[in-house]
């Protein structure tokens, strides 16, 4: 949705380490050319990043969805030559990744947490499959982590709903040619997506899509708990550390 929930994290980060963030497209205003491929959306992207940051190393990251965005700007701009030292993926997973288990493997393990519940017990899982699956598809924009604090009203709900669908259409979609030569950070939330039925590799598939060093560390909270005020410190001390250690290296 829009980029101001980086804004505790961008504070804390100071005036060393500047952030600048980006809405998504279609967020602030209905666009027919809102793109549905994650490279359509790089496109956009692109320039405004390198007017941003026209010389010196960039440091990509993305949280959720956008982290394949990151990657694929990441890639672009290896091409042509630019230093990009770090992708930063906060709680957001590699492209195909999570994976859904073979069919047969995903209805027989529902069948067994089926059969073991009472009537009552069986009702009440039913209805948090659903959920679970709401969540997955269609994230909770009401959340408040979308939108500007006081400004959600039926037409923006309506409209970072279609935005969403198509994002995450967009994130069926991708896979990218190549792998990037960055090094990974992936920030994971403590509390795991309840998605049964998946396969969640411990490095959210990373490793099929960088040859650099992956580090991870834990944050507090579910995904959508990540970019709470009470996380703001601990991010902005991760990110730092790991930004010395490449000033170091430099």
Not at 52 to 74: D, M, N, Q, R, W
Not at 80 to 89: A, E, H, N
């Amino acid at each position: 949705g829009f980029g101001f929930i980086f804004h505790g994290l961008g504070a804390h980060l100071g005036h060393q380490h500047p952030l600048h963030v980006l809405n998504a497209i279609g967020a602030e205003s209905d666009d027919e050319r809102l793109e549905q491929t994650i490279e359509g959306v790089a496109s956009v992207y692109e320039p405004q990043v390198l007017a941003a940051c026209p010389e010196g190393p960039i440091v990509l990251g993305g949280y959720s969805f956008g982290i394949l965005v990151a990657l694929e700007l990441a890639l672009r701009f290896e091409r042509m030559g630019r230093d990009v030292p770090l992708l930063i993926s906060f709680d957001g997973f590699a492209p195909g990744h999570p994976r859904l288990m073979p069919i047969n493997q995903r209805l027989a393990m529902h069948l067994r947490e089926f059969a073991r519940r009472g009537h009552l017990g069986r009702t009440e899982y039913v209805r948090a499959r659903i959920e679970a699956i709401k969540r997955r598809f269609r994230p909770d924009v009401q959340d408040g982590m979308f939108t500007p604090p006081d400004v959600l009203d039926a037409e923006m709900n309506a409209r970072l709903r279609r935005v969403a669908d198509g994002l995450f259409e967009a994130r069926g979609k991708y896979r990218p040619a190549r792998m990037v030569g960055c090094d990974v950070l992936l920030l994971k939330a403590s509390i795991p997506f309840d998605w049964q039925g998946s396969v969640f590799e411990p490095l959210y598939g990373w490793r099929e899509f960088t040859t650099g060093r992956i580090d991870t560390m834990v944050v507090p909270g579910e995904h959508l708990q990540m970019f709470r005020s009470e996380n703001d410190e601990l991010l902005a001390e991760i990110v730092l550390s790991r930004l010395s250690e490449l000033e170091a290296s430099a």
